[in-house]
């Protein structure tokens, strides 16, 4: 996420780090390195030049230049003018009489069926019961994606025969939502490959019969500039009340992330960060130009690990670790839950100081390497998973033959898991808590 921005401004740092005490020129060296890289993330010219002045206003003065750490009050200077352009962090208004609803809009491509799944899960995970409507006629196949994403994640759809206009059938949902006890209603509206008047028409009307809480325009974040314009256009014509940037795990760049709240006023509410339907952040400027400066962000990645463990799990996983009686089965269960929080690299970058290190890192701890782990645990047997002493030289080369790896590798895990169990055991004498106490 946004890797090329953040390694060319941690680049931009390091040099500044490395002169000690900082000239004015210095400063204006590092300023220009910064526009540069703001611009080639496709950032909005005028959000980079605003930006980059009001930087520059406050670190040539006393507040850098007398600074005995000048770098770092740079960096903290370049980090509060990056949460003032993304903006407040800002939630969903589902106050007043249910059912709240909530209008999906965008162009065609921009993942506003998929996002309409995503938020409904999102919002049954904080006691809210969703409705999904289908009120894209339109696009083929665009009903049925709908009511297998519903099936998929046990949320009903509401659909009708396609020659129903979209105002009705969402003035329609809002009424059975009434009658069945659904107190938000996520209509997923029709897009076009390019905004026209028809669209906006339609918009409009469905805006006017349902009077939806929310108006969220769902953005694609790999578009940069373009999303923008988009934006802009959309908010004109049914007055957006909030943006979600979709594909957000694909933008090297973070362009349309750090333009579009300064250049629409609009805020941004979430982010889609990958394909699955858990997939969904919410929107921190804070955290965000955390990750973006390779300050890592340890809160999202606590969120992460909570929604993966439950309390249940933790207790369990931490009473094994307690009594020395951890074993490969449970070592792969923990595994499987750490798949679960996204990828390995995302993970480590929101560690501080780890983004850097995760281009360096060993095979083993890569994605790769757990798939490696993960098919020698699974060649094993149930005996053997739970009592890894009995693996012989003939076992482990059977293991190996079955995991297509080398003996080599099952040692290596062997050895890994070895330690592991040895400082278990001190854990007995209560001086540790155990890995999952730290998500609790």
Do not use: W
């Not at 106050?95 to 921009?110: A, C, E, K, N």
């Not at 809480?213 to 908010?235: R, S």
């Not at 059977?398 to 297509?404: N, P």
């Amino acid at each position: 996420m946004f890797e090329s921005l953040s390694d060319k401004l941690q680049e931009t740092f390091r040099r500044l780090s490395g002169k000690g005490r900082l000239s004015e020129a210095d400063v204006n060296e590092g300023l220009r390195e910064v526009r540069l890289a703001l611009l080639e993330a496709d950032v909005n010219y005028r959000v980079v030049k605003d930006l980059v002045k009001r930087i520059g206003e406050r670190a040539i003065g006393a507040e850098v230049i007398t600074s005995l750490t000048p770098a770092q009050a740079v960096i903290k200077i370049v980090n509060e003018e990056l949460i003032a352009v993304l903006g407040e962090a800002a939630r969903l208004e589902l106050t007043g009489q249910p059912p709240h609803v909530i209008m999906l809009v965008g162009l065609q491509g921009s993942g506003k069926t998929t996002m309409a799944a995503k938020l409904a899960v999102h919002l049954r995970g904080r006691g809210q019961v969703p409705l999904l409507v289908a009120a894209d006629v339109y696009r083929p196949a665009a009903i049925a994606q709908l009511e297998t994403l519903g099936k998929q994640v046990n949320v009903p759809v509401h659909t009708e025969p396609d020659h129903v206009a979209p105002p009705d059938i969402c003035g329609n949902a809002v009424k059975r939502a009434k009658r069945e006890g659904q107190n938000v209603v996520i209509l997923d509206t029709a897009g076009r490959l390019q905004i026209d008047d028809r669209m906006m028409a339609e918009l409009e009307e469905i805006r006017r019969v349902t009077a939806p809480n929310e108006v969220l325009l769902i953005a694609d974040a790999m578009t940069g500039q373009e999303a923008v314009a988009v934006a802009q256009e959309f908010h004109e014509r049914v007055n957006v009340t909030g943006l979600i940037l979709t594909k957000v795990d694909g933008d090297a760049r973070g362009g349309a992330a750090l333009s579009i709240r300064a250049v629409t006023g609009v805020p941004i509410k979430f982010m889609g960060v990958g394909e699955k339907v858990s997939d969904l952040e919410v929107f921190y400027p804070d955290r965000l130009a955390s990750r973006i400066l390779g300050m890592g962000d340890v809160l999202t990645l606590i969120e992460r690990a909570e929604s993966s463990f439950s309390e249940e799990e933790a207790r369990k996983v931490e009473q094994k670790m307690r009594t020395a009686s951890f074993t490969l089965e449970d070592f792969i269960e923990q595994l499987q839950a750490v798949k679960r929080m996204g990828p390995l690299s995302d993970l480590l970058g929101m560690i501080p100081g780890m983004g850097q290190l995760t281009k360096a890192l060993p095979a083993e701890a890569t994605e790769t390497g757990l798939k490696v782990t993960e098919a020698i645990i699974h060649s094993m047997t149930r005996e053997e998973r739970r009592n890894p002493r009995v693996i012989n030289a003939s076992r482990k080369r059977r293991i190996a033959r079955g995991s297509g790896t080398s003996v080599q590798d099952v040692n290596q895990l062997l050895r890994q898991f070895s330690m592991m169990q040895d400082m278990m055991k001190q854990m007995q004498s209560g001086k540790g808590r155990g890995m999952m106490g730290m998500f609790r």
